[in-house]
């Protein structure tokens, strides 16, 4: 049966249908909540859902991340704090719209095109992954190493600024996920003679400590009280605005999608670049950009939420996280007992399908929950931290103790909270640990499966990446990421080091 036959499923189950929505909205909840990630969400119900039944987890995740994402412009528009780091580029113009009343419209803007977006992605998830799918089965095990070696590689050439930190944060994350008892000799490593290490680091734990607990110790610092504004004015674009902004729309939902597909990136990058597409391919702008323009507003959103139907698309065809979110999908998936790979439509079509209606359910419930109870909803987001951060630190212990009912985790989850910690202190990315963590034993199933094939003969692999056409464009990618980055990487440090060795003007 085509999977497309369980695309209705979420819309004929009441409980799924509840489940999708109450998943939107608490991602809404948390995403809007300042300093809060839709990865600590997501982690926290991975922890939390894992005795549940596949469908009902995946389709809870499903909903939390659309809400999550969406929920981050909330905050930016009327707080100037993103909610996420992908709200950030909603903070440029929604902010000057709030400070000129119109809160209200810009409010409207970021719903109506985030649910475009939305749909959008979906659409492009649900006719390019079969396809998608159908191409990965002619992939090499050797293929697959290369694919997430240039998946760790794009972390650091894309999603951060610093290259050394994002490579070095990704292998340490790598050596994290290789310790414990090897799965074919069942050799010890990196154990240290500790009977609990054999069984390995859990990498939820590490997540919930990176992503919860490491920013319950960051916020901490910052316990200031935030100004509201109030919501008032128009809600909703009128048709004749709607269908002039909707070419804009497509070309950042397009972009979205494309740059959500590309393992590490996610919707940080996607919004910032459909900003900047923004701001060169508009000519007649509502307003000046960073003044309130409608379409700095729209722009980002749209490829923010387009974004989410990219980051799956390698996630279930390839077993590859799009995003930290979806490095965390990913984990729920294993722990599940499924393994995402180009036979996961064909093995488990309603798995897909669910996935498929989940989506447009959590898409229109973005709309539903973004317009209900504007001005309530901006009180919610200014809890008290000194009342919110203990709640978040008390479900991480509670998330991580209900992995394996061990205390054991509990441990690692606070030791990854501190070392998380230290690492947004010193602007260590922690993205690329979390895909390090995920993909390290992943490559190193793949290579050891491409070295059996060669029969133990690295001249042999070697030989094949220049001989296979698939194995020849990743090397490629890989040999020219590495050859771009590198002199530019080289060139800024060597720029900033002029700087600050330039004397001073002596008046």
Same mark, same amino acid.
């Given at each position: 049966m085509a999977w497309f036959e369980y695309l209705l499923i979420p819309f004929t189950d009441p409980k799924l249908f509840f489940i999708a929505a109450f998943g939107t909205f608490a991602g809404f909840i948390i995403g809007a909540l300042p300093g809060l990630s839709v990865t600590m969400a997501a982690t926290l119900l991975v922890s939390l859902s894992y005795t549940w039944d596949t469908?009902?987890?995946?389709?809870?995740?499903?909903?939390?991340?659309?809400?999550?994402?969406?929920?981050?412009?909330?905050?930016?528009?009327?707080?100037?704090?993103?909610?996420?780091?992908?709200?950030?580029?909603?903070?440029?113009?929604g902010y000057p719209l709030a400070q000129r009343g119109e809160s209200g419209l810009a409010i409207g803007y970021a719903t109506v095109y985030s649910v475009l977006?939305?749909?959008?992605?979906?659409?492009?998830?649900?006719?390019?992954?079969?396809?998608i799918s159908s191409i990965a089965l002619s992939f090499a095990p050797r293929d697959y190493f290369l694919m997430m070696l240039l998946g760790i590689l794009v972390v650091g050439s894309v999603g951060s600024k610093d290259l050394p930190k994002s490579i070095f944060v990704a292998?340490?994350?790598?050596?994290?996920?290789?310790?414990?008892?090897?799965?074919l000799t069942g050799v010890d490593r990196f154990t240290f003679g500790s009977v609990e290490l054999k069984g390995g680091i859990n990498f939820i734990a590490c997540m919930l400590g990176l992503f919860g607990l490491a920013?319950?110790?960051?916020?901490?610092?910052?316990?200031?009280?935030n100004r509201m504004n109030d919501i008032s004015g128009q809600f909703l674009p009128s048709c004749a605005q709607f269908l002039r902004f909707l070419p804009l729309s497509i070309r950042t939902s397009a972009i979205g999608v494309l740059i959500g597909s590309l393992p590490g990136a996610g919707g940080e990058i996607a919004s910032l670049m459909a900003y900047d597409h923004a701001k060169r391919t508009v000519k007649k702008p509502s307003r000046p950009f960073g003044k309130g323009a409608y379409e700095g507003v729209l722009a980002p959103d749209t490829a923010n939420m387009s974004a989410i139907g990219g980051a799956l698309i390698p996630m279930l065809t390839l077993g590859i996280p799009g995003d930290a979110v979806t490095a965390v999908i990913l *984990?729920?998936? &294993?722990? !599940?007992?499924?393994? $995402?790979?180009p036979l996961l439509i064909q093995s488990s079509p309603d798995l897909f399908g669910v996935i498929i209606g989940a989506g447009i359910i959590s898409a229109v419930f973005v709309f539903i929950w973004g317009l209900m109870g504007l001005s309530t909803f901006a009180r919610i987001?200014?809890?008290?931290?000194?009342?919110?951060?203990?709640?978040?630190?008390f479900l991480t212990v509670v998330g991580a103790y209900a992995i394996r009912n061990s205390v054991i985790d509990v441990y690692w989850m606070v030791i990854f909270g501190v070392i *998380?910690?230290? &690492?947004? !202190?010193?602007?260590? $990315?922690?993205?690329?640990?979390?895909?390090?963590?995920?993909?390290?034993?992943?490559?190193?199933?793949?290579?050891?499966?491409?070295?059996m094939i060669e029969?133990?003969?690295?001249?042999?692999?070697?030989?094949?990446?220049?001989?296979?056409?698939?194995?020849?464009?990743?090397?490629?990618?890989?040999?020219?990421?590495?050859?771009?980055?590198?002199?530019?990487?080289?060139?800024?440090?060597?720029?900033?080091?002029?700087?600050?060795?330039?004397?001073?003007?002596?008046?």
């Open positions: 469908i009902p987890a995946i389709v809870l995740i499903i909903g939390v991340f659309f809400g999550g994402v969406y929920g981050g412009s909330r905050s930016a528009i009327l707080l100037n704090i993103p909610g996420t780091p992908s709200s950030l580029a909603a903070t440029f113009d977006g939305g749909l959008l992605g979906i659409a492009v998830l649900a006719t390019a992954s079969p396809l292998g340490l994350g790598m050596i994290i996920g290789l310790v414990g008892m090897d799965s920013e319950v110790l960051h916020q901490l610092r910052h316990l200031k009280k *984990g729920g998936l &294993m722990i !599940q007992g499924l393994t $995402p790979g987001v200014l809890i008290p931290k000194h009342v919110l951060l203990p709640i978040i630190a *998380g910690y230290f &690492m947004k !202190q010193y602007r260590f $990315p922690t993205g690329p640990m979390v895909l390090g963590m995920i993909l390290g034993p992943m490559m190193e199933g793949h290579f050891r499966r491409a070295i029969q133990g003969s690295l001249l042999g692999l070697t030989t094949s990446l220049f001989t296979h056409p698939i194995s020849f464009l990743l090397t490629f990618a890989i040999v020219f990421t590495l050859v771009t980055q590198t002199p530019w990487y080289v060139r800024s440090k060597a720029k900033l080091f002029k700087q600050h060795q330039r004397p001073a003007k002596i008046e």
